[in-house]
């Protein structure tokens, strides 16, 4: 598919978008990451192969992530049940 990201090709894109450039992201605008959690593998392109991104998954590829965060200096008493 054509480019659609800010980058001129998907592993730039990666780099670009990547769990340390969010985190800094997030960090800088006051929170703490707690936890990065791996979901899903996906594509903004609409990864429309079932099959590939099924066994991708089976192999524990992902590119979708959560970040479990909470603000600088605070205290969460539901981070117990995110962090491990």
């Known amino acids: 598919p054509r480019i659609h990201g800010v980058s001129d090709n998907t592993i730039s894109e990666f780099i670009a978008f990547g ?33 590939i991104r099924n066994f991708a998954e089976y192999l524990g590829i992902k590119t979708v992530y959560a970040y479990i965060m909470q603000k600088q200096n605070a205290a969460s008493d539901y981070a117990v049940y995110f962090v491990k």
């Open 19 to 51: 769990r340390k450039r969010w985190i800094r992201k997030f960090e800088s605008a006051g929170f703490d990451v707690l936890a990065v959690k791996k979901v899903a593998f996906n594509s903004g392109y609409g990864f429309g192969f079932p099959r």
